[in-house]
């Protein structure tokens, strides 16, 4: 237990867009929505929870990127290679923007079977297959 991640804080730009996008995605991988509230919500898998709030109106102009000090990404583990295909073809036809694709799925290093692609605020996210 000691060491384990507890929780994530995420803020966004649109938690309409946000919540609809990480609903969707999250429910795939295992994780059910846990709290919700006017300006927030969250999502729970087993004892570790992500949650997302609306940023206040005075740091909306400052613009995230993963390049800055900070939050570079994400990273799941999404299952069995097929899967991670299965996940990718879902999110093309959602017309989320994947990365990396022309190196798809091993634009991580050979060997490292992976999808990378961006939330509605261009946060990177990643899915690994697990080995």
């Not at 990396?100 to 290093?109: I, N, Q, S, T």
Request: glycine letters at 8%; a positive charge; charged letters at 30%.
């Amino acid at each position: 237990m000691i060491g384990r991640l507890h929780h994530v804080e995420i803020y966004v730009n649109d938690l309409k867009k946000t919540k609809e996008f990480y609903t969707w995605f999250l429910n795939m991988i295992g994780y059910k929505e846990y709290q919700s509230w006017d300006l927030g919500f969250s999502m729970l898998l087993e004892n570790t929870y992500i949650v997302f709030v609306h940023v206040e109106e005075k740091y909306k102009n400052i613009k995230y990127h993963r390049c800055r000090s900070g939050l570079n990404h994400l990273a799941f583990y999404g299952g069995s290679k097929e899967q991670i295909d299965i996940f990718r073809e879902k999110l093309k036809c959602k017309g989320i923007s994947l990365l990396y694709d022309e190196k798809y799925p091993y634009a991580g290093g050979k060997g490292y079977y992976a999808l990378y692609f961006e939330d509605p605020d261009r946060m990177k996210l990643e899915l690994v297959a697990e080995k």
